[in-house]
């Protein structure tokens, strides 16, 4: 089964950034919507940021609002999550997935990767 692939994950400072990228090889990649989840050590999978179709929608948790920016490539069939001002918080494991439309539960997505670590220290 396809899967997605998430990269760009590592070790950063507080105040640092990072850009995670997700590989999406999938044929029909434009004509779903992608969001951006994280889950830290004993806590539950939470929603960070999500992006319609075309790019023309975007939705962001609030812990992610004026820090996190996601946007897309349908040429290259890929979701990127732009971390900026990282704080110790946002240590978690971050896993992107498909959906049919930009929503923040977890249970609306249906294909998932196998996350990629970002660690904040202080």
């Known amino acids: 089964q396809v899967q997605l692939v998430e990269s760009g994950g590592g070790l950063v400072q507080a105040g640092g950034s990072l850009r995670l990228s997700c590989a999406a090889p999938l044929r029909t990649f434009g004509s779903y919507s992608m969001g951006w989840f994280r889950q830290a050590p004993g806590k539950e999978r939470e929603f960070v940021a999500a992006i319609g179709r075309s790019a023309s929608s975007t939705y962001y948790a609030e812990s992610a609002k004026g820090r996190f920016t996601i946007s897309r490539d349908n040429a290259a069939r890929a979701v990127y999550l732009q971390m900026n001002n990282l704080r110790p918080e946002d240590t978690a494991v971050y896993y992107c997935?498909?959906?049919?439309?930009?929503?923040?539960?977890?249970?609306?997505?249906?294909?998932w990767g196998q996350g990629t670590q970002v660690t904040v220290s202080s």
């Open positions: 997935g498909r959906s049919r439309t930009v929503v923040a539960s977890d249970r609306n997505y249906d294909l």
